[in-house]
């Protein structure tokens, strides 16, 4: 058994507790959080287990990294505070703990890493022997193994489209979706998430990661953004109020240009009511929420991922799905050598052990 710590119990942290519990080569030994309200408090409690797991959280990082965990799945958001979740992660890799994280987004293709980012990283893998693997969902496998996956069941490939087609109301990270993306802001506002420059920063990696499996050379990457306006005001059901006049939709492109076409396409089209945007593309079922896959030549090919957790809920399930393909990567890397990984490096596991199980 694998001596596990999970860091963080948000949105990820509470479906990572409940993906390590479930793993049957890894052991929960300690859970650190930041919110002192929840010090002291179960693992299953925090991850919404119905029973208790008889692992209180911490807030003492040295006192857990001292007792030598073998891996930690760092849970803890990375999009407010990227310094500070880099210097986390390097921490427990210094501390030779093999780590699995979705925070940092220029770690997603470690060739095109940032030295400010990458380097750190390596010292640490030298000076203590972790390792380190970073991914998700989008960023992660709904662009990278899933793609490739599918590329291979055609005979000619014209182009490659990832697209989440997801209502953001869903989504439990209020301030996220209003002030990173900017949903219910006036028109004029400029959401950091959708700033020039920042849509390549974050999903540029998986793009040149795609070419590098494809054996194709980038001549650029670029950027498309729509914006939409609500036309009434709306209520949902999670965060309440939109104005009518303020940002409801959001549509952009992170593009791979080969040869002077786009051929590897990451695009998002994201709402906070079905009534905005209407002509945009939706869920093929009408719902709250989907990644799907377009392979663009002979034959065409598209496949569709629905996920659902807690309670029925789409965010709920991506984050589900990205916790899944960390955590079922930990025991590979325990096997391989201390070193920083991307997609390409770490095969998707089978659910080895846990057909039935509850």
Same mark, same amino acid.
């Given at each position: 058994?694998?001596?596990?710590?999970?860091?963080?119990?948000?949105?990820?942290?509470?479906?990572?507790?409940?993906?390590?519990?479930?793993?049957?080569?890894?052991? *929960?030994?300690?859970?650190?959080?930041?919110?002192?309200?929840?010090?002291?408090?179960?693992?299953?409690? *925090?991850?919404?287990?119905?029973?208790?797991?008889?692992?209180?959280?911490?807030?003492?990082?040295?006192?857990?990294?001292?007792?030598?965990?073998?891996?930690?799945?760092?849970?803890?958001?990375?999009? *407010?505070?990227?310094?500070?979740?880099?210097?986390?992660?390097?921490?427990?890799?210094?501390?030779?703990?093999?780590?699995?994280?979705?925070?940092?987004?220029?770690?997603?293709?470690?060739?095109?890493?940032?030295?400010?980012?990458?380097?750190?990283?390596?010292?640490?893998?030298?000076?203590?022997?972790?390792?380190?693997?970073?991914?998700?969902?989008?960023?992660?496998?709904?662009?990278?193994?899933?793609?490739?996956?599918?590329?291979?069941?055609?005979?000619?490939?014209?182009?490659?489209?990832?697209?989440?087609?997801?209502?953001?109301?869903?989504?439990?990270?209020?301030?996220?979706?209003?002030?990173?993306?900017?949903?219910?802001?006036?028109?004029?506002?400029?959401?950091?998430?959708?700033?020039?420059?920042?849509?390549?920063?974050?999903?540029?990696?998986?793009?040149?990661?795609?070419?590098?499996?494809?054996?194709?050379?980038?001549?650029?990457?670029?950027?498309?953004?729509?914006?939409?306006?609500?036309?009434?005001?709306?209520?949902?059901?999670?965060?309440?109020?939109?104005?009518?006049?303020?940002?409801?939709?959001?549509?952009?492109?992170?593009?791979?240009?080969?040869?002077?076409?786009?051929?590897?396409?990451?695009?998002?089209?994201?709402?906070?009511?079905?009534?905005?945007?209407?002509?945009?593309?939706?869920?093929?079922?009408?719902?709250?929420?989907?990644?799907?896959?377009?392979?663009?030549?002979?034959?065409?090919?598209?496949?569709?991922?629905?996920?659902?957790?807690?309670?029925?809920?789409?965010?709920?399930?991506?984050?589900?799905?990205?916790?899944?393909?960390?955590?079922?990567?930990?025991?590979? *890397?325990?096997?391989?050598?201390?070193?920083?990984?991307?997609?390409?490096?770490?095969?998707?596991?089978?659910?080895?052990?846990?057909?039935?199980?509850?």
């Amino acid at each position: 058994m694998i001596p596990t710590v999970v860091w963080g119990t948000g949105n990820v942290g509470r479906a990572a507790v409940r993906a390590v519990e479930a793993h049957p080569g890894l052991t *929960l030994t300690a859970v650190l959080v930041h919110d002192p309200a929840k010090v002291g408090r179960d693992a299953g409690e *925090l991850a919404g287990l119905h029973h208790a797991l008889g692992v209180l959280a911490t807030d003492d990082v040295e006192a857990v990294l001292a007792a030598e965990p073998r891996a930690v799945v760092y849970a803890a958001s990375g999009d *407010l505070r990227p310094d500070e979740a880099l210097a986390d992660v390097v921490r427990a890799v210094g501390a030779g703990a093999v780590v699995v994280t979705p925070a940092l987004y220029a770690l997603y293709d470690v060739r095109s890493a940032p030295p400010e980012f990458r380097d750190p990283v390596l010292a640490a893998v030298a000076e203590g022997g972790g390792s380190l693997f970073v991914s998700g969902v989008d960023p992660g496998w709904a662009n990278d193994v899933l793609p490739l996956l599918v590329s291979g069941l055609g005979s000619t490939v014209d182009a490659l489209r990832c697209q989440e087609v997801f209502d953001y109301s869903t989504y439990d990270q209020e301030d996220s979706v209003r002030h990173l993306i900017g949903m219910g802001h006036p028109m004029e506002y400029e959401p950091p998430m959708l700033a020039p420059s920042v849509p390549t920063m974050v999903w540029g990696g998986q793009i040149r990661l795609l070419a590098r499996a494809l054996d194709v050379q980038l001549d650029e990457i670029r950027e498309t953004l729509e914006r939409r306006a609500l036309d009434a005001t709306v209520r949902t059901r999670t965060m309440g109020k939109f104005a009518a006049g303020t940002q409801g939709a959001v549509r952009f492109e992170v593009r791979g240009i080969v040869g002077g076409e786009p051929r590897i396409v990451i695009e998002h089209v994201t709402r906070i009511h079905p009534s905005c945007a209407p002509d945009w593309p939706l869920p093929p079922d009408g719902g709250d929420g989907a990644h799907r896959v377009i392979v663009e030549g002979r034959p065409r090919i598209e496949v569709t991922v629905e996920a659902t957790d807690e309670d029925e809920n789409r965010s709920a399930g991506g984050n589900a799905t990205a916790v899944g393909r960390l955590v079922n990567a930990v025991d590979w *890397l325990v096997d391989a050598e201390p070193g920083l990984y991307d997609a390409l490096d770490v095969p998707l596991r089978p659910a080895a052990g846990r057909l039935g199980r509850k």
